[in-house]
């Protein structure tokens, strides 16, 4: 079956995969993510190493969303920049460094929702009566009072769907509400930072150099209304893979990786079209064999969009 599955995903998936992807580089904010997978048997590496399934996907401003996965046998920077390859834009992303040697096409924007987890797993190990006031304690609250601005700007969203409007309207809002606070953010942690509160080496003194270290990318978040302030939509991409890793475990050979990687982003894309994955895979294994799918026309009817509603 396994092999069934392989020479499907080379044949009718591997096709509609590529004009996804070129699709997707026309984008102009995509969202990063990466997680580990177990490939046993991989050429020059032992069965219990890690390789990576990387995860790409297009922002809340797409019309027509796209979620696709690449599996690698390490976690190179490499790999998105040949993934990426012709995409310039915005990629807002966690803070792994392999997305800061893109094109310089492209402007990385870090994840806000990074920076308090740090203060919040010290606040975990803190003494209830030690909290209020401690540094750990403030670092949260600055975030908080960021992420609270932004939840005010999506309720004058003017539907579910935002619109051109909504996302300048966020876009012009920014500047005069949330850049003071992370101005105050960054000064704080700046004043607090090597004094015996907050050494170099202490918990307290990374927190604060993460967010120190990434602060422009960070405030890359108010060049554009359609940004949004955390990764979290490509967290919740990747969910569906690490959920399923917990099942299968691992892969057998890269063959086999590579298919699972085909499969998942037909899946996860059909789902973000609100398709039914189920019937979208029976009409593309139907389709396919009978089409030619080196001609775009004939492929562009297999797309997400153009199939049939089910």
């Known amino acids: 079956m396994a092999n069934w599955l392989i020479y499907a995903s080379e044949h009718w998936l591997t096709p509609i995969f590529n004009t996804l992807k070129c699709i997707l580089a026309q984008a102009i904010i ?4 990466e997680s580990s997978v177990q490939v046993l048997h991989e050429e020059g590496k032992p069965a219990e190493s890690k390789s990576t399934m990387w ?15 690449e599996y690698q046998p390490n976690r190179r920077h490499a790999n998105p920049r040949l993934f990426l390859e012709g995409f310039g834009g915005y990629l807002p992303s ?13 402007i990385v924007v870090r994840c806000w929702a990074h920076v308090p987890r740090k203060f919040t797993d010290i ?32 309720k004058n969203f003017h539907s579910p769907i935002p619109t051109d409007d909504d996302f300048m309207s966020r876009y ?17 942690a700046q004043s607090v930072y090597g004094t015996i509160l907050a050494l170099p080496r202490s918990k307290m003194g990374l927190a ?12 890359n978040v108010l060049l554009d209304g359609r940004l949004e302030i955390s990764n979290n939509r490509s967290e919740r991409s990747i969910k569906p893979f690490v959920i399923g890793r917990k099942n299968w475990i691992f892969s057998n050979t890269e ?37 030619d799918l080196y001609n775009d026309e004939e492929i562009s009817r297999l797309l997400p969009w153009n199939a049939p509603s089910f």
């Open 123 to 154: 606040l975990k190990s803190t003494p209830d009566y030690n909290k209020p006031g401690s540094l750990a304690l403030r670092g949260v609250e600055y975030c908080d009072a960021l992420f609270a601005l932004e939840r005010g700007y999506a």
């Open 30 to 33: 995509l969202y990063a993510d």
């Open 255 to 291: 063959n086999g990786a590579t298919a699972s990687a085909m499969f998942y982003s037909i899946i996860e894309t059909a789902k973000e079209n609100r398709l039914k994955p189920y019937e979208y895979l029976n009409f593309i294994f139907e389709t396919a064999p009978n089409i």
């Open 94 to 106: 966690d803070g792994y460094q392999a997305y800061d040697h893109l094109s310089s096409r492209v």
């Open 172 to 188: 012009e809002a920014r500047p005069k509400r949330s850049k003071p606070v992370m101005d105050e953010f960054f000064n704080w």
């Open 208 to 219: 604060l150099a993460y967010a120190m270290n990434h602060r422009k990318h960070l405030e």
């Open 55 to 69: 995860m790409y996907r297009t922002g809340g401003d797409a019309d027509r969303p796209i979620v696709l996965y």
